[in-house]
C-alpha cells in the first residue's frame, strides 16, 4: 500500500515566523509532488508543485524535495494569519497516480 | 471565466434515495475525478475518467455510479446502497491522466452532501 505520511497537527506558528511542513513518502519511483492549501469548508487549491530535487520558491514559499530521502516539505516564511489551513501534500506515483496525505493544520497566532 | 463547476453546493439525501451532483469544465481537460472527503480526513477516490466514454474505479467506487458522455461532464450518483454519504465531495480535472510530470489537479467548490 504506497503512503504519504503527514503530521496532522495542529502546527501553531508565531506570525512572522517560517512555518515547516513536512511530508513523506513510500513509493521510491514517484515522479511528482504538490502542496494545496485547504481552508475550512473550502476545496484545495495548488501552493505548489516540485519535480526534481532541491528547493523550488515562488514568493513566501519553498518547497524542498528529497527523493533520497523520501520527503518533500513546505516553507512558508513571514506567516500571515490569512495562511492558517490545512496543507495537503500529493504525490504522483510510479504508477501516475495521486496518493494523498491526510494533512496538516496551520494554525498562524497573531 | 474557466474553471471547474459544481452543483449543487448543499444536498440533502433521504435514506434509500438515488442521488446526483453534477460537475462541468471549461478548461478542455481530458481528465475527471471525484473525491470524497470526509471531516478530518484526506482525500478518497472514488471514480476517475481519462477519456469520454471510459472511466475507472478508484478506491471507494462501492456505492456510487458516473458516467463521461461528454468531455466537459463528469455527473457523479451516489446510490442508497452507500451507506454512509454524509462527507464532502470534490470534482477535479486535469489536462490528461497519467503524464509522468506536471499534470496538475485542479478542484471544483465542492458539494456537500447529508443523509437526513
Known amino acids: 500500500q504506497k503512503e504519504v505520511e503527514q503530521n496532522s497537527g495542529p502546527l501553531s506558528v508565531p506570525e512572522g515566523a517560517i512555518a515547516s511542513l513536512n511530508c513523506t513518502y513510500s513509493d521510491r519511483g514517484s515522479q511528482s509532488f504538490f502542496w494545496y492549501r485547504q481552508y475550512s469548508g473550502k476545496s484545495p487549491e495548488l501552493i505548489m508543485s516540485?519535480?526534481s530535487n532541491g528547493d523550488k520558491e515562488d514568493g513566501r514559499f519553498t518547497a524542498q524535495l528529497n527523493k533520497a530521502s523520501q520527503y518533500v516539505s513546505l516553507l512558508i516564511r513571514d506567516s500571515q494569519p490569512s495562511d492558517s489551513a490545512t496543507y495537503l501534500c500529493a504525490v504522483r506515483d510510479s504508477n501516475y497516480q495521486l496518493i494523498w496525505g491526510a494533512g496538516t493544520k496551520l494554525i498562524i497566532k497573531p | 471565466d474557466g474553471g471547474i463547476t459544481q452543483s449543487p453546493k448543499y444536498l440533502f439525501r433521504k435514506e434509500g434515495q438515488n442521488v446526483t451532483l453534477s460537475c462541468e469544465q471549461n478548461l478542455n481537460h481530458d481528465a475527471m475525478y471525484w473525491y470524497r472527503q470526509d471531516p478530518g480526513q484526506g482525500l478518497r477516490l472514488i471514480y476517475y475518467s481519462q477519456i469520454v466514454n471510459d472511466f475507472q474505479k478508484g478506491d471507494i467506487a462501492e456505492g456510487y455510479s458516473v458516467s463521461r458522455e461528454k468531455k466537459e461532464s463528469f455527473p457523479l450518483t451516489v446510490t442508497s446502497a452507500q451507506k454512509n454519504p454524509t462527507a464532502f465531495y470534490l470534482c477535479?480535472?486535469?489536462?490528461?491522466?497519467?503524464?509522468?510530470?506536471?499534470?496538475?489537479?485542479?478542484f471544483g467548490e465542492g458539494s456537500w452532501l447529508t443523509v437526513v
Open positions: 516540485i519535480y
Open positions: 477535479a480535472s486535469s489536462i490528461a491522466a497519467g503524464a509522468a510530470s506536471g499534470n496538475t489537479i485542479y
